[in-house]
């Protein structure tokens, strides 16, 4: 399994912008699939985006269509999340998962798991 490691979470305003970044080790980067989740409080744990090891195709939740962008540097080992006009809804630990699936966006498609990222916005 890969390890992975979020940062650049943090306290914005509503309207604002944080990036968020996994870096990956332990495994071939470039042959998963690597996605971003999030969790509020009392909510369960949901897809936020994805892009897939195959041509690096990205996909979204359509809550964050037009928000937020998913991208991945496969020299590096990382995949970041670059979220604009922040909403308060957005709040959540964000987390980052590896797949050897193509598209995965269920829970269970994941292999391993960051620690989590808290992002805070305020209104």
């Known amino acids: 399994q890969v390890q992975l490691v979020e940062s650049g979470g943090g306290l914005v305003q509503a309207g604002g912008s944080l990036r968020l970044s996994c870096a990956a080790s332990g495994g071939t980067f470039r042959r998963y699939t690597m996605g971003w989740f999030r969790q509020a409080p009392g909510k369960e744990r949901e897809f936020v985006a994805g892009?897939?090891?195959?041509?690096?195709?990205?996909y979204y939740a359509d809550f964050v269509k037009g928000r937020f962008t998913i991208s991945r540097d496969n020299a590096k080992n990382t995949v970041s999340l670059q979220m604009n006009s922040l909403k308060p809804e957005d709040t959540a630990v964000y987390y980052c998962?590896?797949?050897?699936?193509?598209?995965?966006?269920?829970?269970?498609?994941?292999?391993?798991w960051g620690q989590g990222t808290q992002v805070t916005i305020s209104s």
């Open positions: 998962a590896a797949s050897a699936l193509s598209m995965g966006k269920t829970l269970s498609n994941f292999d391993s």
């Open positions: 892009t897939s090891w195959i041509g690096g195709h990205t």
